[in-house]
């Protein structure tokens, strides 16, 4: 099923074929539902949303629209089960779709990439070519209607600009001219469109015009607003006139307010702000890469490789938040390496092969890229050695604590990476790899089930993180606290289930704006579905709940949780398409679920595999690596293993 709103509103069918949906009021409540973004929205609203005044039947006139949808949406669902698109929540109805299956959706996600990192340019323009006209176009003019088509179309123009500046910046944009152009015409008032047609405009050769566009802009705004351009517009035009700009955009770094840097400053102020977390972190991200593209366009290998070495920012989660810029990162410094060869600087050498190990993460490479990154993190460790500098050694410890998630059962080798890094960090005055070295061991502690050391190690990095202003601190050590409440919950005396399931959701909704969404996706249900199988409880089954990348070790378990005979088919076939867990902070806990399953399922062969796995590990607590949740001591889903592989 796929939605379509940026336009007219549509439905089509998995073939392609178009989906009737009733008159004006049914593709009404059908785009009110999308407007809600997964959310419930309750009968009342919808009720005052579709009609001025309500008439006295509105509410059964509503369900028998809703029912029209339900038929049209699924015209092959059996009667007595209950519908998986428009389904029914409490006092109302939600619309339960993946993101990518509903245009609008899929167009604000691929905006909040591309606002992360400059390599989702293409996406980009992709969702905004498939903008048909005004959002919602045959939806009456209602308030929520208007509503939404004025953000969106703000979203819309943002997203047209975005483009524009990240080509710009990468050195391109010549060919946005008639583009830009028109664009500004139908917008006039938008003072980032004229800087941004003027840049396009001298990046084809055209100087002369682009300056004639800022002067036109001057004299817009000064003759009908009353307002001088902003100093974005004069700084242009200065540089412009001065030839600061090169027509070709080297050795130039464009922040994404339009601002130039040069690619050291860049860098600097990237990593700045990646240890403020929230937006912060996220323009970071794409300020640095904008830096070090610059600095590969200078043809300078060392400056490349100071560049790109010099964000060397502690990473605790082996997931990247944004995998094309990390990866993007990682081959820049693959080349960077090969052109200064094996007898270049020793300290560049060793940045570099540390940013690899960094960045490559455990759970986002395959195939014989993680060997290529381990061996990078133990080069990047023995040059760091040799060179007796704490600074890079502790961020080399850092590639390597990373990189030492080869199989389950290492929580005591991490603990001892961590112990390092924190000793360094001490003796040397590095604060922020101190707060890293508490967090790894922190972490550690809490796969080895001792919460006393993991409270000690979570209260000593909160004061750290007090001075040296480090605010993602206390929403991990938030998340750590919820996970020791959940282990407590399993315990005679010990809080309730309920309560510990608060915990988790009160720290969910501080990570949510953290910046951090390759830790963040999919790790609140997986924190339920621990606390439901520490009490003995069936998996958590609400379709909203979004299980990221752990959704195919999950999903057996909620199958079998919705207690219907056919289920269990689809349970077994899941089970059977579940991959190897990948390398990271999360592998012990993918397998117990996967032996779990296994075991409700008699699958004998996937038991005695999941048996196999985590043998080296029966004496950590599974999910408890990262800190954040616990799904209970692995001997327990071992035992559980062994014995349904050796029944019979």
């Known amino acids: 099923m796929r939605i379509d709103v940026l336009g007219a509103v549509r439905a089509f069918r998995d073939d392609g074929g178009p989906v009737d949906l009733g008159g004006p009021r049914h593709r009404e409540v059908l785009a009110r539902l999308v407007a809600a973004e997964g959310r419930m929205v309750t009968t009342d609203t919808l009720v005052d949303d579709l009609w001025t005044s309500p008439p006295a039947r509105a509410v059964g006139a509503l369900r028998t629209f809703v029912a029209a949808l339900r038929r049209a949406l699924e015209p092959d669902r059996p009667p007595r089960d209950p519908p ?129 566009t800022l002067r036109r802009a001057r004299a817009m705004l000064v003759d009908r607003l009353g307002l001088d351009p902003g100093a974005e517009l004069q700084r242009l035009e200065t540089d412009i006139l001065t030839g600061a700009v090169p027509p070709d955009g080297a050795r130039t770094a464009w922040t994404g307010a339009g601002v130039r840097l040069g690619p050291r400053t860049t860098v600097e102020l990237a990593r700045t702000l990646a240890l403020a977390g929230g937006d912060a972190l996220v323009q970071s991200r794409r300020d640095r890469l904008a830096a070090v593209q610059a600095a590969e366009r200078t043809g300078d290998l060392a400056l490349t490789a100071r560049i790109i070495g010099a964000y060397d920012v502690p990473a605790l989660w082996s997931r990247a938040d944004d995998p094309e810029q990390s990866r993007a990162v990682v081959e820049a410094a693959e080349r960077t390496l090969t052109g200064l060869g094996p007898d270049g600087p020793a300290d560049l050498r060793a940045r570099l092969l540390s940013v690899v190990a960094v960045e490559s993460r455990s759970a986002d490479l395959s195939g014989t890229e993680p060997k290529r990154a381990q061996l990078a993190a133990r080069q990047a460790e023995a040059l760091a050695r040799e060179l007796a500098d704490p600074a ?11 990189q030492s998630f080869t199989r389950p059962g290492l929580a005591a080798v991490r603990d001892r990476i961590g112990a390092e890094i924190l000793d360094l960090a001490t003796r040397h005055e590095l604060p922020n790899f101190a707060v890293l070295g508490r967090l790894v061991r922190l972490q550690s502690a809490s796969a080895l089930g001792d919460l006393d050391t993991a409270t000690a190690h979570a209260e000593a990095a909160e004061q750290l993180a007090a001075t040296t202003e480090a605010p993602l601190v206390p929403v991990l050590t938030g998340w750590f606290r919820a996970r020791a409440m959940a282990a407590r919950s399993a315990e005679p005396g010990g809080p309730t289930a309920a309560t510990a399931a608060a915990h988790y959701r ?143």
């Open 506 to 648: 009160a720290a969910e909704d501080a990570l949510r704006t953290a910046g951090m969404p390759g830790l963040h996706r999919g790790l609140f249900p997986l924190a339920l579905l621990g606390l439901r199988l520490l009490h003995d409880r069936p998996a958590p089954t609400d379709p909203r709940l979004d299980w990221g990348p752990y959704r195919p070790w999950a999903r057996p378990l909620v199958l079998l949780a919705q207690a219907r005979e056919a289920r269990t088919g689809e349970a077994r076939a899941a089970l059977a398409a579940v991959p190897e867990p990948p390398r990271d902070h999360l592998q012990e806990a993918m397998w117990c679920l996967t032996a779990r399953a296994a075991v409700r399922l008699g699958e004998r062969g996937i038991a005695a595999r999941a048996a196999a796995a985590l043998r080296d590990a029966r004496a950590e607590h599974a999910g408890a690596a990262c800190g954040m949740l616990t799904l209970g001591p692995v001997a327990r889903y071992l035992a559980e293993a062994e014995a349904c592989a050796g029944a019979g």
């Open 392 to 402: 890079l050694l502790a961020f080399a410890l850092n590639g390597v604590f990373l």
């Open 84 to 212: 998986r698109i428009i389904v029914t929540e409490g006092s109302g109805y939600a619309l339960s779709l993946p993101r990518e299956d509903v245009d609008v959706h899929r167009f604000q996600d691929t905006l909040a990439r591309a606002r992360r990192s400059p390599e989702a340019v293409t996406d980009l323009g992709t969702v905004l070519a498939a903008w048909r006209g005004p959002a919602y176009a045959d939806v009456p003019d209602s308030g929520w209607a208007r509503r939404e088509r004025a953000r969106l179309e703000e979203l819309r123009l943002e997203g047209v600009e975005l483009r524009a500046r990240i080509l710009l910046d990468a050195g391109g944009g010549a060919d946005l001219v008639a583009e830009l152009g028109a664009h500004v015409a139908e917008h006039p008032w938008r003072e980032p469109a004229w800087g941004l047609l003027a840049r396009a405009l001298h990046r084809a050769g055209r100087q002369a015009d682009a300056l004639a």
